[in-house]
């Protein structure tokens, strides 16, 4: 059994202009680090398909859909770029680059439900878990994991999955989209406060969330994921596992004051491992978020890699 890694070309394309941290460079960095380190070989490269808008719509309202590819493609016609906040902006390649990421999760999560591979690491963007049900927002437009959990469940049969979210802000657009369902599982951490300033109070019981202060440690991280996450991982007994893989939780990483560094991020994806092991037949799908600082990034993600993979 292999592990799968998913990405396209188009995912490169997307551009939110000059000095934003949500670069197209983020995927080279991560590509080159591979290969350097020869860990590609031990991954089996898959092409990112479009994701149907069914998928899309099992997660996202309808009318935000059409509004999004209806702007998307005007924006994709024109070649002007145009912000839909501050910080999340689109260019001619974003439509297609937004269905490629959403893409690569359901097919990821295919493949690994047909036993085509054990896991799968979606090495995408722009990412998704600032997504709401109805708003893009935070560099994300579909919220790629969400779509793909709802496709296990409501296409594929699943009736329990859980999602990880590592990345250092909070996911609110995933929270927005699974709270109160209770066929999903989401457990999280997160630098509190810091952009989107949100998940202190969960929004449902089926969810598990820990806002951290600035300069928490990975050692203090790993104790609180052990009392926090474990034991309800444990007892949900997720059928699957979706990880919304962010990096910017690295001590290097600007856009946060965390002080994670690649052995925590080895170290949590055992504990994930361990957990779809016994419950799940190995069964995870992870998808980028963020990670900002190119070097840390790549460096965790191939960490990630090495403990999915078991090289
Ligand atoms: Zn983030």
């Known amino acids: 059994m292999s592990t799968a890694f998913f990405s396209h070309a188009d995912c490169r394309r997307h551009d939110m202009g000059p000095g934003h941290p949500e670069c197209p460079q983020r995927l080279d960095a991560i590509d080159d680090h591979l290969i350097a380190t020869g860990l590609d070989v031990a991954l089996a490269r898959h092409e990112a398909p479009l994701v149907s808008m069914s998928d899309v719509e099992l997660a996202h309202a309808a009318a935000y859909v059409a509004n999004l590819k209806d702007l998307l493609e005007q924006v994709s016609a024109s070649g002007r770029t145009r912000a839909l906040d501050p910080d999340t902006i689109a260019c001619e390649h974003t439509w297609r680059a937004a269905l490629r990421a959403a893409g690569a999760a359901v097919a990821a999560t295919d493949l690994v439900l047909d036993g085509g591979a054990e896991n799968a690491f979606c090495s995408v963007r722009p990412p998704g878990h600032h997504a709401t049900r109805d708003e ?32 250092v802000h909070h996911g609110n657009g995933t929270e927005d989209i699974v709270a109160g ?47 926090m996450w474990m034991p309800r991982l444990e007892a949900f007994r997720p059928q699957m596992l979706f990880v919304s893989a962010g990096f910017d939780a690295h001590r290097e990483d600007e856009l946060g004051q965390l002080g994670l560094v690649e052995a925590d991020y080895e170290w949590i994806t055992r504990r994930l491992k361990d957990v779809a092991e016994r419950h799940a037949r190995g069964r995870i799908v992870s998808c980028l978020e963020g990670g900002y600082s190119l070097s840390a990034l790549a460096r965790s993600v191939a960490a990630h890699l090495r403990v999915l993979a078991g090289v």
């Open 181 to 227: 369902d209770e066929r999903i599982l989401m457990a999280s951490f997160f630098q509190h406060p810091l952009y989107p300033y949100s998940g202190a109070v969960p929004k449902g019981t089926n969810m598990v969330n820990l806002p951290v202060p600035p300069y928490t440690r990975g050692g203090e991280l790993r104790e609180m994921i052990e009392a």
């Open 136 to 167: 893009a927002m935070g560099f994300c437009f579909f919220n790629n994991v969400a779509i793909a959990a709802r496709h296990a469940l409501d296409v594929r049969g699943l009736q329990r999955v859980a999602i990880i979210d590592f990345d």
